[in-house]
């Protein structure tokens, strides 16, 4: 007789958020403040995300397909290092292709998975549930809709744990910040546990500005769309005409830094805020650091926060890491 088949379930949960600042709150912080800046998290609202999602394909974006390739060569070997009772913990939605090369290889060895996504926006993990649902028979989604350290928190802490974190996420934070924020996933792992870390190198800086400039001005709008937001959701009366994209990429730092500049001397209004700013002509507005690491301050990052390098896959080019760390024995 035939055994019964997993069928596999989804399931969600809204963790509370007290006390978070809302964009509005963020906005007037950023923009009364100087040099001007705003949190990059907010460049992922609808559109954004969708404006994301187009960057992940330009040809100059090397990074989600580099990581993906990585990932598609080495999934065996990762899925050995792993205990064979883990459940996979994603930190972050997942885009489609990266999280099911692993679920899948998981799948084909096992029959069942537990997979826990976590991840601030409740559609992103919707969507990615229901096809993931479609996809796999033996899946168990439960997914946490919450920021990532209370969602680590929500984790079953007794079961072996596989923790990702794709797509050089990790570059959003300055170096100090970076290793904060490992100590903390570090806090709720145990040894036999495992942390999957994509990292994007430091390379030649006219591949990574072309790869945050691209000829068909996608990121230009990724970026902008920050001022269109603020328009929309908060009555702001701002000329998107009149901000350029500026990429740069500080060799000596590391770090891709995009800017929104004004080209004029202008003032814009943000209605519900009752704010009237004024530019300057050529006054830049900070949007997004994205750092990049060499192998050595990879091992330096993890040693850092309590963590050793286990593995550090990469491609062909060497453009891009995927690291798998381990607690460090102590
Ligand atoms: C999502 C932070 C990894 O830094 O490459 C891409 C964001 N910004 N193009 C990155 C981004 C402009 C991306 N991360």
Known sequence: MASPIPQGDFELRELPRPGEKTFAESVREGLTTHPKSLPCRYLYDAEGSRLFDAICELPEYYPTRTEAGILRSYVGELVDRCAPESVVVELGSGSSIKTEILLEEFLRRRGSLEYEP???????????????????SGLWVRAIV????????????????????????????????????????????????????????????????AAYDDAQGVTAAFNKNLLARINRELGGNFRLEDFSHRARYLEDDGRVCLHLISETKQSVTIESLGLELLFEEGEAIHTEDSYKYSPDEIIALASAAGFEVERDWTDEQQWFSVCLLKPASR
């Open 118 to 136: 976590i991840d601030v926006s409740r559609s992103a993990l919707e969507d990615s549930g229901r096809r993931l649902m479609d996809r796999f």
């Open 146 to 209: 919450a920021e990532y350290l209370p969602g680590l928190q929500e984790v079953v802490p007794k079961q072996t744990k596989l923790v990702t974190w794709l797509g050089s996420s990790v570059g959003n934070f300055d170096r100090p910040g970076a290793i904060s924020f490992l100590k903390q996933v570090r806090a709720v792992m145990s040894d036999a546990d495992r942390f999957l870390l994509g990292v994007d190198r430091r390379k030649d800086k006219r591949v990574l500005e």
